[in-house]
């Protein structure tokens, strides 16, 4: 998957309902992470949010957790935060790829949400 070029205003492409992040600051992490994924046309950048969420939920996706999913307590680890943080620091424009919509593609605006949002 990758963003979306729409009158040259650059859109990245959202899985998940966005209001999921507004739950708490893992949420907000996890599913942050989540949408780099999905949108970076980096490998080293898809190996290493992968990596954090791995930390961040003992590698359980949103789609296999239960009732009593809990977030491991990575973010209570000083050293983790900072790589974390240095990563989305670092984080340019060029990470990413935006794509023209295809002739027959529709754009569904609560799919995509600004880049510079």
Known sequence: MSGIL???IKYMYINDD???KNKSLNDNLYFTL???FLNTNTLNTCCQVNLYNGMLTNNISYE???NTFQYTNVLDQKNEVKQI???LNRITIYW???CELEEDEQFVQEKYMNFNE
Do not use: V
């Open 85 to 87: 943080l240095n990563l």
């Open 34 to 36: 989540r949408d780099i």
């Open 64 to 66: 296999e957790r239960t």
């Open 18 to 20: 966005n209001g999921l």
């Open 96 to 98: 990413f790829e935006f």
């Open 6 to 8: 729409i009158n040259r």
